[in-house]
């Protein structure tokens, strides 16, 4: 079931009545009132999920029973070995699930192109079920959290299933940590008049970037990507800027989406953006972009492998400093390399994934090896002042305003490998756009398609430019409520208009 | 909870009003409006035409016959009432056999023939040009297919306009639709490149033997004859290379000629061959092709005598 689906405009309010009027307030004496709206959340989940294909529930059910078993099998084991065990296996089937399901035929496609064999006996030609790369990571990260004493076993299993299979961001993420989420399935909730308005004007933002900015790019983009050898250069230099809206929309739109949805429901969910295309430098758009995987794999992977201070080896402790700090940088570099082209791969079973992670691996080294990838931890063109409120200034100096376009140019050549469907597609792409045709007039097609989206989108940059510092939607900054009330209209009439004829996905549904 | 429930719902029924009054205010013009596919409705349900001659069919013939040139060419008073998208059922239901009820009889009724013709699996969105015509309670004496339209369509105001301010916007420059063209309709699709492209490339054109259209595409032949009305089967040009070769087309004359032995027939359908200067698309000629075809059709008709 789609976001911006009709099945989704009735789905949402009658599972948002039941959850309050009857799993909690008709019940609210009922001594098993939590546990039976968990069980409400985990039905309504798993209809969510089944919408699209009912066999992808035994996967999930398999992860789900997995995962939880895993916990309280860490919590048994009496050695420190035997948890290990424990958590190694539940790491082993997950990820031997999301391999078979996402990467197996890739794999066998490029054994055989290796071998020079026919490979279509060795394929499996699996569905990839919608979202499995979201929900196994969290499941991964409840099991490592368990072992590392950060988080108890849960023995709820409802709640637990709750946890992992929770609609809003079951299918593209946020990708959210045991110890956020499951301890909030654990405890009452109650319904809170400000929260739910804060959800649903995110739940309204989101819908206007996904709908009227993400979906109206992609008819275009779609468009130039489908036929790119008719192309001129400067054509494909705005279907690549636009891509770079249209994944951010698509993206960040569902995030929204899903935040303001769980808010709904009394559910806090982690922040997926801040803001990324405002980055003064790649390191500082990393921390800004798809936040909860980039946290993943920095927690779960990048610093468990040493991170940028790895421990020096025995034989090392002796030398000088010159060679400590060469060989810290080494693992660094490394770390960071494997970090990227791990988060590429896990886009999806293709070589512009890794190309895209390599890419990117390549502008964050240099800063890593001068130091300079923690340089803008705040947001920018903001001050903080000595009570530690941040002030806002209207417009960035014309530094931070030419870092920010210089980040933005070097995200749109990533996304640009990204969007390709093959290295050679991506090649083709970069020849056309360094031929003499980027000079000529790009095709445009109309100016009823041009003007209106070039309006949303700087609305859209406009709107996140001046949330930038806060956690909220932009439309609960605004103290003015007659502006509010307005706004909010302007916005429901756009998405109604804009709305495209055909239902899109969302562009992570297949990651 | 109560407040919140109440402002959202106050929120999205001031968002919406005004959509459901210019909902109202398009379809009254709908209904006035003489540009296709409203103009066919119109020219059949609101007016009375008396024409000498009529052309009904799917798109093709809503961009392929000018009427204007065949009433300066033939003397006559030709009406184009060909809807986008329809089949013969389609077509006996809602055009033919309501204009023929209304009007006197037409001396020649020009009947586009083509593989097309006999799909039976059109897209809603051709049917979404039914609804501002709903409350017209002869038209819902014949259209039964109503029953399967969209129900979206219904309860989403102006989305059946289109889907974007393109499409309102074509739809507000329709309303000055030129009077004179008579519901000809120059071809739609390549608006935005402006230059030959081919409609549906991987598609095969399988000629579909549905029992309904083909009952329905005999008693337009049966309705005509009955009332002594001259009938013509044209099969207007194609493109060779990117449709007439995808067609089959020999099966599709063979099907013609069992069902309609005794009625005239004219193929153009290789008049152009693949030439693309007369097309648009490959479904669809241009304003040029529609003129070509439109002055040698006539002189065809007035060679043959038909309209004596």
């Known amino acids: 079931m789609l976001f911006n689906s009709f099945e989704y405009l009735i789905f949402l309010p009658i599972v948002f009545l039941l959850y309050w009027f009857v799993f ?36 999930i059910a398999i992860t789900t029973v997995l995962s939880f078993l895993s916990g309280i099998g860490i919590e048994k084991a009496p050695t420190q070995r035997g948890k290990k065990a424990v958590m190694i296996a539940n790491i082993a089937v997950n990820l031997g699930i999301l391999g078979v399901y996402k990467y197996y035929d890739f794999f066998a496609r490029e054994f055989a192109q290796l071998l020079g064999i026919e490979s279509d006996f060795l394929l499996l030609h699996l569905i990839l079920p919608v979202g499995i790369s979201f929900y196994t990571f969290q499941a991964l990260s409840y099991s490592i959290d368990v072992y590392r004493k950060q988080i108890e076993p849960c023995h709820d299993i409802v709640a637990f299933t709750a946890f992992l299979s929770f609609f809003p961001q079951l299918v593209a993420g946020p990708i959210e940590r045991a110890t956020n989420l499951l301890p909030q399935f654990q405890r009452k909730r109650s319904f809170d008049y400000a929260t739910a308005v804060d959800g649903m004007r995110q ?4 819908l206007f970037k996904k709908i009227v900015v993400a979906d109206n790019c992609a008819t275009y983009v779609d468009t130039v990507f489908a036929d790119i050898s008719n192309q001129s250069g400067s054509t494909l230099v705005l279907a690549a800027v636009l891509f770079t809206f249209q994944i951010y929309g698509d993206f960040s739109g569902y995030s929204d989406i899903a935040i303001g949805t769980a808010k709904l429901f009394g559910i806090k969910l982690m922040r997926n953006f801040n803001v990324p295309y405002f980055s003064r430098d790649i390191a500082e758009f990393w921390r800004r972009w798809h936040i909860s995987l980039t946290t993943w794999f920095r927690d779960y992977v990048y610093i468990p492998l040493g991170g940028s201070r790895p421990a020096l080896p025995a034989r090392l402790e002796v030398k000088g400093d010159r060679l400590k700090a060469r060989y810290t940088k080494c693992i660094a570099v490394r770390n960071t390399f494997i970090i990227f082209l791990l988060s590429g791969f896990w886009h999806g079973a293709n070589w512009t994934f890794v190309l895209w992670g390599a890419y990117h691996a390549l502008l964050f080294v240099p800063l890593l090896l001068l130091n300079k990838n923690r340089r803008y931890r705040d947001t920018v063109a903001t001050i903080t002042l000595p009570d530690g409120t941040i002030k806002t200034k209207w417009l960035p100096s014309l530094k931070e305003a030419g870092q920010m376009l210089l980040t933005f140019a070097l995200a749109v050549f990533g996304w640009i490998i990204f969007r390709a469907q093959d290295i050679s597609q991506f090649g083709e792409v970069i020849s056309t756009i360094c031929s003499d045709s980027l000079l000529s007039v790009p095709w445009l097609r109309n100016r009823f398609f041009y003007i209106p989206l070039a309006i949303m989108i700087a609305i859209m940059l406009l709107g996140e430019w ?22 909010e209209i302007c916005l429901i009439a756009c998405i109604y208009v804009f709305a495209p004829r055909e239902l899109t996905e969302f562009i992570y549904f297949q990651f | 909870m109560k407040r919140f429930i109440f402002e959202v719902i106050i929120v999205l029924l001031v968002a919406f009003l005004p959509f459901y009054i210019i909902q109202g205010i398009i379809d009254k013009k709908a209904r006035t409006c003489y540009k296709p596919p409203y103009s066919s409705f119109n020219y059949i349900y609101n007016d009375t035409l008396n024409a000498d001659v009529v052309i009904f ?20 008073n030709c009406y184009n009432l060909g809807l986008n998208g329809y089949s013969f059922d389609y077509q006996y239901n809602l055009q033919i056999f309501p204009y023929i009820q209304k009007n006197t009889n ?93 409609n549906f490339p991987d598609t095969i054109y399988q000629l579909e033997k549905n029992d309904t259209i083909i009952q329905y595409f005999t008693e337009s032949i049966n309705l005509c004859e009955s009332k002594s009305i001259q009938l013509l089967l044209v099969c207007s040009p194609m493109h060779k290379d990117d449709f007439y070769d995808k067609c089959r087309m020999d099966e599709f004359w063979q099907l013609i000629d069992s069902l309609a032995p005794n009625v005239p027939k004219l193929d153009y359908s290789l008049m152009f061959g693949s030439d693309t200067t007369y097309f648009a698309e490959s479904t669809h000629l241009n304003l040029l092709g529609a003129e070509v075809f439109t002055t040698k059709l006539a002189h065809d008709i007035d060679s043959l005598g038909l309209l004596k």
């Open chain 1, 203 to 206: 739940i309204l933002w989101g």
């Open chain 1, 24 to 59: 909690d307030y008709a019940l609210r004496r009922c001594k098993h009132q939590l546990m039976l709206q968990n069980l409400f959340i985990v039905v309504a989940s798993y209809v969510f999920y089944g919408w699209w294909d009912w066999r992808f529930l035994i996967l």
């Open chain 2, 106 to 198: 037409p001396k020649l009724l020009i009947l586009e023939v083509g593989p097309q013709a006999f799909f039976d699996h059109w897209n809603d969105d051709f049917r979404k040009e039914f609804l501002p015509f709903l409350n017209i309670s002869s038209f819902n004496f014949y259209v039964d297919i109503c029953k399967d339209i969209s129900f979206f369509y219904q309860i989403l105001p102006i989305k059946y306009y289109g889907w974007g301010l393109n499409d309102l916007y074509n739809f507000y420059k329709s309303l000055n639709y030129d009077i004179t063209k008579k519901g000809y309709n120059d071809c739609f699709a390549p608006r935005e490149t402006e230059k030959y492209v081919i």
């Open chain 1, 466 to 487: 001046i949330s930038r510092s806060s956690n909220q939607a932009v439309l609960s900054i605004i103290k003015n409520k007659l502006s509010i009330v307005i706004l």
């Open chain 2, 57 to 76: 069919g799917n798109s093709r013939a809503q961009c392929h016959y000018y009427g204007d040139l065949i009433d300066s060419l033939l003397d006559c």
